[in-house]
């Protein structure tokens, strides 16, 4: 893993993907944990 100008920026992309990604699997998953 490289630690540069855009590797933040890529990081910070792919961790919002993937908490998105997350949470839409998690309600769609447990509607009912609401």
Known sequence: ???G???L???ARVR???AQTTQNW???AHPAAR
């Open 1 to 3: 893993m490289r630690h």
């Open 9 to 11: 920026p890529a990081s």
């Open 5 to 7: 100008p855009r590797a």
């Open 26 to 28: 998690w309600w769609t």
């Open 16 to 18: 919002a993907m993937f």
